[in-house]
């Protein structure tokens, strides 16, 4: 049974910087194929992928995005980190990690989410 | 960078049938996913691989693509089928995992 969880600060204020942990369980990020991604939703608005770490150390990030956010993994922990530096109110949404199937490129499993705001 | 385009609402009398579509560029050639969303939870994937179900999923739902036009189809249309639905590929160009700006789907 695959699972995954986002932890992190409810709260975060502009220029800080947000660290958010993915933990899950059912799969290894040793295994073939296997990649954890970060996608978020703000409120009312559509979801916007963010980035995804791979098996092999691979990293792919939002172009749009890709100064301020870092991916990263802890394989025998289970956990994957994203960060993401200066933010700012338009950065709050709801954070969602979720496995991503290498093999048919599909997001396959959600975390429940994790609402962050970001106060100015 | 790769785009795809679903229509904002769709709307449908319970127990007919509702078509969202997702366009992009040659989306026949790549994999297409969707996601269903309801209100205040996470989304779940109901259709992947442009037509597969994954397990648990109702067979009221089915999906297909061709040409430049992928299509989520539900049957016998629901109550509990009100969501936002949206379709994800990987742009292998951009290295992107994209997804369509969701359909809402209301049960009339």
């Known amino acids: 049974q695959v699972t995954l969880r986002e932890s992190g600060p409810a709260l975060v204020r502009s220029t800080q910087t947000l660290t958010l942990t993915c933990s899950f369980s059912g799969f290894s990020l040793a295994s073939t194929g296997m990649c954890v991604t970060w996608i978020r939703q703000p409120p009312g608005r559509a979801l916007e992928w963010l980035a995804r770490?791979?098996?092999?150390?691979?990293?792919y990030y939002n172009i749009s995005l890709r100064t301020r956010l870092t991916i990263s993994k802890d394989t025998p922990k289970n956990q994957v980190v994203l960060t993401l530096t200066n933010v700012a109110p338009v950065d709050t949404a709801t954070y969602y990690c979720?496995?991503?199937?290498?093999?048919?490129?599909?997001?396959?499993?959600w975390g429940p989410g994790l609402l962050v705001t970001v106060s100015s | 960078s790769y785009v795809l385009t679903q229509p904002l609402s769709v709307s449908v009398a319970p127990g007919k049938t509702a078509e969202i579509t997702c366009a992009g560029d040659n989306i026949e050639s790549k994999s297409v996913h969707w996601h269903q969303q309801k209100p205040g939870q996470a989304p779940v994937l109901v259709i992947h691989?442009?037509?597969g179900r994954p397990s648990g999923i109702s067979e009221r739902f089915s999906g297909s693509n061709s040409g430049t036009t992928a299509t989520l189809t539900i049957s016998r249309v629901e109550a509990e089928d009100e969501a936002d639905y949206y379709c994800q590929v990987w742009d292998g160009s951009s290295h992107h995992v994209v997804f369509g700006g969701g359909t809402k789907l209301t049960v009339l």
């Open positions: 691989r442009d037509d």
């Open positions: 770490i791979d098996w092999d150390d691979d990293t």
């Open positions: 979720a496995r991503f199937a290498s093999a048919w490129h599909e997001v396959d499993y």
